[in-house]
């Protein structure tokens, strides 16, 4: 079974930056992909960033050009580096590894924007 650990969340003024990293307790070649989603009260979960095993990364319309994603083989870990941040952006941050249709979720993190 595989397990994801999540760390980073917090809350920042709006314009201001938070990092969100996610490790796996497998080797992250393993999965086809992995990311982030959120979810914001009220809201459907949406795929926020992610990257799959050969390197693209994906994101969200609302997210392009203010986050990043990346990937540590070595560490087995993938962080989402979330820059301007906005308080549309307050979610709870779901990171998710993927295996053809078969995703395994973490607990979530929390993240809050202010005005």
């Known amino acids: 079974q595989v397990h994801l650990v999540e760390s980073g969340g917090g809350s920042v003024q709006s314009g201001g930056s938070l990092r969100l990293s996610c490790g796996v307790d497998?080797?992250?070649?393993?999965?086809?992909?992995m990311g982030w989603y959120r979810q914001a009260p009220g809201k459907q979960r949406e795929l926020v960033a992610s990257?799959?095993?050969?390197?693209?990364?994906d994101y969200a319309d609302s997210v392009q050009g203010r986050f990043s994603i990346s990937r540590d083989n070595a560490q087995n870990t993938v962080a989402l580096q979330m820059n301007t941040l906005k308080p549309e952006d307050t979610a709870i941050y779901y990171c998710?590894?993927?295996?053809?249709?078969?995703?395994?979720w973490g607990p979530g993190t929390q993240v809050t924007v202010t005005v």
């Open positions: 497998r080797n992250i070649f393993d999965f086809n992909a």
């Open positions: 998710f590894a993927r295996i053809l249709r078969s995703y395994t």
């Open positions: 990257i799959n095993v050969g390197g693209r990364t």
